[in-house]
């Protein structure tokens, strides 16, 4: 951003593709419009294949291209601001929540799992499977697990549509004591990059949510987001504006 | 994670081997330990060198493989929680804050920064180049603005090494209202790939704060982590344990 004084960096190959495919995009499209191909685009700025896909990869992981199934790589549009942390603690499926019910099962959690809520190896707990949708676009999956002892006064007579209500509706019960969450760089598992409409692998923000009661763990999730589409954010004053290829010159589109 | 029914998914030919892998890092080496050269590993797993190489980059991805310049692919250490929201909102600078000064320097802020901030685009603003270090390794760098509106007792007075200490005292007198942040997925750019130890265009996650205080942005920053090394932690119940990749059955190393 040529405010701070560095010494010269070496910079590989596709670094100044790179910036040059930035303006290209800044001036020659538009959101949404597919890119001519490879092989194409190779010749016009009269590098290597390789140097290319490199170049398109770092812009897909800033948020500035987009891989399509079925498409080709096309113009993203800005980032979606996704409200994560709330300014009041809440419990899932609480209030105005961004999530819908997909599916829920009684099932052994994997071991990390059941080590954070520090129910027994072989104790099946409550997974909720949800989904979060915004302008139309599914933009995270999550697996939300509740353990039995969590909800002591579920029903014993469920059916798979009444399962999943029934459990919010013993947690919302409880009092929440405070919640916390973890950030991190994930790459989508089949099942979740399949809901995301991504290709397996493709990289995602994985948000880990530990949700308190009673002196314990009441509820874990873990949230898989597409992190071509979302920026995640956190606080009560409104969504954050800035985003970082904004700030290395990103023209309003 | 076995809970919920999905139908089949295609998976790409890398991803059973990423599983394979997954096994053999997990019974086979320690963590730190040099993984063999990528000739002997494709012919010791009978897959293609390409096929070899995505799997080992969604193996980086997931943060169980770290690539290290000069060093070569080694098996990456569990990730670090680094507290990112703090309990209380706190000026930058203030109490114990876990950045420390590399510089700072008064100058034009790029035009998103300034649309953020609410200056005029020729406006000089303060900004203060910080990093962290945990566990002696560099895991961010931030570029922390603030408006010289922001902080109106400054004494026009300042060397190279009073300058952002000045600057963090005068902020430090508003009330601070509240602050927000921004996750999302970037690249690093060359002079923080440079201060993280990473090859220019390494993935990274990208942090936006804003603080509010007086009803406008008195301060922005964005700052950049190592999203290889880095689990970023909001909430103040302590640090979340469950991570994503041991959610997909990692043992303890």
């Known amino acids: 951003m040529g405010t701070t004084q560095l010494e010269a960096v070496q910079e590989p190959k596709y670094w100044h593709l790179k910036t040059v495919l930035i303006d290209a995009l800044d001036s020659e499209f538009e959101v949404g419009e597919i890119l001519p191909n490879e092989r194409d685009l190779a010749a016009r700025f009269g590098v290597a294949r390789a140097t290319l896909r490199q170049a398109l990869e770092q812009l897909e992981l800033e948020g500035r291209l987009q891989r399509r ?27 105005r929540d961004a999530w819908h019910t ?16 520090g129910t027994a190896a072989d104790e099946a707990v409550h997974t909720i499977h949800r989904e979060r949708v915004m302008q ?17 006064g579920l029903s014993p007579m469920l059916t798979p549509a009444s399962h999943a209500p029934a459990v919010l509706r013993e947690l919302h019960t409880l009092e929440l004591d405070g919640e916390d969450r973890a950030v991190e760089l994930g790459s989508a598992r ?5 809901h995301l409409d991504r290709l397996p692998g493709a990289p995602v923000l994985v948000v880990t949510s530990r949700y308190f009661a009673g002196g ?3 509820a874990a999730s873990v949230a898989t987001y597409r992190a071509d ?17 904004q700030a ?3 023209r309003a589109s």
Chains 1, 2 share one sequence.
């Open 102 to 117: 997909i599916g829920c099962v009684e099932a052994v959690a994997p071991a990390p799992i059941a080590a954070v809520l």
């Open 69 to 95: 199934r079925g498409v080709g790589t096309t113009v993203a549009p800005p980032r979606m601001g996704v409200a994560v942390g709330p300014s009041a603690n809440v419990w899932p499926g609480a209030g």
């Open 229 to 245: 589409t979302c920026r995640l954010t956190f606080g009560d004053s409104g969504t954050v504006e800035v985003t970082h290829h």
């Open 248 to 250: 290395e010159g990103r």
């Open 136 to 152: 139309g676009q599914p933009v995270a999956t999550e697996l939300l697990y509740v353990p039995a002892a969590s909800v002591p």
């Open 216 to 218: 314990r763990v009441a």
């Open 190 to 194: 089949a099942e979740d990059a399949k």
